[in-house]
């Protein structure tokens, strides 16, 4: 087992970065464990897709991320992240994946990953939320056909796809799906195809634009559905908004009605939720990010705080505090 640390952060992704460099700069001994890849949730948005962000609400440093265009790629933004790491030589763990935590005592956890046993001091959770994609629970969702993840359009040429979901994410699958060939159907309840408020979840407007051009192009079809009711190897059969059942030829479907975090190891140690906006979240202090479970915190994505630039701004106000807090016990030993 290696020297104790100060500070075990759990993920790398801009929550987790942001942590290990504030860490850093308090002069702590902090590890980032990640189970994937350096931001391995941007890495698993679709290839070549633009952000929706402009780059001083993603970026670490003020004025270093600077896009081709307006609103940094994917690409753009994962090498923004790794170049972080490498300029600051980050202290980070990949392909590491935190599997039990034990507390000992007030002031020490025993963490174990599948590599390693770590003590650390306090614990900082910067999950994303992407670990449980949301399932329709319909008759033929494991079939292989059947997606929760859209990466890319292009080996669906002349097939049929349909694409079930109402935000940002399904409306750019079903959009690149029907740029790039395919014979693409969106379904969609009523009220988000009507929903134009951007601050109630609407479709952000450059992509809804072209998506209502393919619509009115012919190319995509958008069904107002209730619910999908079966998936058969060939078909899927859906019951619209007006309670008829609809039948329609397939070949691949992308399920994206949107996706939880994994809460298993917060609420194994004790940390108590609540019902969220959209999901599951942890209950913590809203000023130092501390759950009920004493030198346990939280940031990012899966808490209250889920846009990219609260994620990357908490864990700057929050790891000082931190430090604050160890600093005073040891002066008291």
């Known amino acids: 087992m290696s020297e104790p640390l100060d500070l075990l952060i759990i993920g790398a992704g801009p929550a ?16 980032v464990l990640e189970k994937g890849t350096i931001a391995d949730t941007i890495r698993l948005y679709p290839v070549g897709r633009t952000l929706f962000s402009t780059p001083n609400e ?16 994917r690409e753009e933004l994962l090498s923004h992240y790794i170049h972080f790491v490498l300029d600051h030589d980050l202290n980070i763990n990949t392909a590491e994946e935190v599997v039990d935590i034990k507390k000992l005592d007030p002031e020490e956890f025993l963490v174990h990953s599948n590599k390693n046993d770590y003590r650390a001091a306090r614990i900082l959770f910067a999950i994303g939320a992407m670990a449980h994609p949301r399932r329709l629970n319909v008759p033929g969702e494991d079939l292989p056909k059947v997606h929760h993840l859209f990466v890319e359009p292009y080996a669906y040429i002349r097939k049929d796809a349909l694409v079930v979901g109402g935000g940002n994410s399904a409306a750019e699958a079903a959009l690149f799906l029907s740029e790039e060939g395919a014979r693409t159907t969106l379904a ?40 999908v009711s079966s998936i058969s190897e060939r078909e899927v059969t859906l019951t619209t908004e007006d309670g008829e059942s609809l039948t329609i030829p397939n070949d691949v479907v992308f399920v994206l009605v949107g996706s939880d975090a994994d809460l298993t190891l917060l609420k194994k140690l004790g940390v108590k939720t609540e019902p969220g ?57």
């Not at 942001?18 to 702590?28: D, N, P, T, V």
């Not at 993603?58 to 790629?73: F, I, N, S």
């Not at 990357?312 to 604050?324: F, H, S």
């Open 16 to 31: 987790g970065l942001s942590a290990a460099y504030a860490a850093a700069q308090e002069g702590l001994r902090y590890l």
């Open 188 to 227: 969609i309840w009523r009220e988000d195809w009507e929903n134009r408020d951007p601050k109630a979840g609407a479709m952000k407007h450059w992509v809804r634009t072209p998506l209502d051009r393919e619509v009115a192009a012919g190319r995509l079809r958008v069904v107002l559905y209730k619910d």
């Open 58 to 73: 993603l970026e670490m440093h003020e004025g270093v991320l600077k896009p081709c265009r307006d609103k940094p790629t």
């Open 277 to 333: 906006k959209l999901t599951e979240i942890p209950v913590y202090d809203p000023g130092t990010f501390e759950t009920n479970v004493r030198g346990v915190y939280v940031a990012g994505h899966f808490t209250r705080a889920r846009h990219i630039k609260a994620a990357i701004d908490v864990p700057r106000r929050i790891v000082p505090l931190i430090a604050q807090t160890l600093r005073a016990n040891a002066a008291t030993e």
